[in-house]
């Protein structure tokens, strides 16, 4: 028997070429991806190393001088008051976005569609452009208030601006379609008989609901909170406007450390501080809900 004959040969040979042709496909991809990753390094990467280093530094040597500064009770609040906004903006969100997103993933196609489209025209708009309409809406005389005291369920104007309230209500409508743009994503890919089955097993709607597709959808649930929880945590126009100076967060101590006051060390250092105390939030939510595993993951 010859060696082209033998199957076994053949067969190693067959590997040995679907080997190269992987690693030929592979050293491909990767210098594709070398111009743009050089990019996201000089755009990215070098401006974050940058303000990571003035955070060490003072004057010419390093010190820890700008950390020792904003480990203050002034800050605390102001780290407090951020993530607190951000959290809340997130649950409220995802209340809110959540049945708008079960409604649509049960609707047909064009109807969705319809949905989508109504969702997303908030994007048509400038972001300044919504806070200054939030503004109006919400003053004194505007026309949440006024409506209010003419349907007779109030008496007095509701003070829903330059305060907390007013914050939450601007970046809430901010942040919604960024919240049901993941969590339709998720919902339309769960499989409607499993909620046939259940019913045939005699469990009733609600109980269906929270025991088969609730937990289907927690990838949607999980991807919408993430990012309205990030987004929110770097607002920086919409609390500025809405709040009326008596809501900081810490984009704008950072805007007043860097701009004001010119000191980019103090700026910086709030960044990184910012940076630590999220990424240490995850990685203690990771631990206890196992985000990998919704996903596939092992």
């Not at 991809?29 to 990467?45: D, H, K, Q, R, Y």
């Not at 929110?232 to 500025?240: D, E, R």
């Amino acid at each position: 028997m010859t060696a082209a004959s033998d199957p076994a040969l053949q067969t190693g040979d067959n590997a040995a070429a679907l080997r190269a042709d992987e690693l030929r496909e592979r050293a491909t991809l990767l210098g594709m991806s070398v111009p743009a990753l050089l990019i996201v390094g000089v755009i990215v990467f070098i401006p974050v190393g940058w303000l990571f280093w003035l955070s060490f530094t003072d004057g010419d040597q390093l010190s820890l001088t700008h950390y020792r500064r904003i480990a203050d009770i002034t800050h605390a609040r102001i780290f407090w008051q951020t993530f607190e906004i951000s959290a809340l903006v997130t649950v409220l969100a995802l209340l809110l976005g959540y049945p708008l997103a079960y409604l649509m993933s049960q609707l047909s196609p064009r109807w969705a569609g319809i949905c989508l489209i109504f969702v997303l025209v908030p994007f048509w708009t400038s972001l300044l452009v919504r806070t200054y309409a939030w503004m109006v809406l919400l003053q004194r005389r505007g026309l949440v208030n006024q409506t209010l005291m003419d349907l007779g369920i109030i008496d007095m104007p509701l003070r829903l601006v330059y305060n907390y309230t007013g914050t939450v209500i601007g970046m809430l409508h901010i942040m919604l379609p960024f919240m049901i743009l993941p969590l339709y994503a998720a919902l339309r890919t769960v499989d409607m008989n499993y909620m046939r089955a259940a019913a045939n097993l005699g469990a009733s709607p609600l109980r269906a609901f929270w025991t088969v597709f609730f937990p289907l959808s927690m990838p949607g649930v999980i991807a919408g909170s993430l990012l309205v929880f990030i987004l929110s945590l770097g607002f920086y126009v919409t609390p500025a406007l809405l709040g009326g100076g008596r809501v900081m967060m810490v984009s704008m101590k950072i805007q007043q450390d860097a701009g004001l006051y010119f000191d980019w060390g103090a700026a910086s250092a709030l960044g990184v501080a910012l940076l630590v105390i999220t990424l240490g939030i995850f990685w203690v939510l990771s631990r206890f809900m196992r985000i990998e595993r919704l996903y596939g993951g092992r």
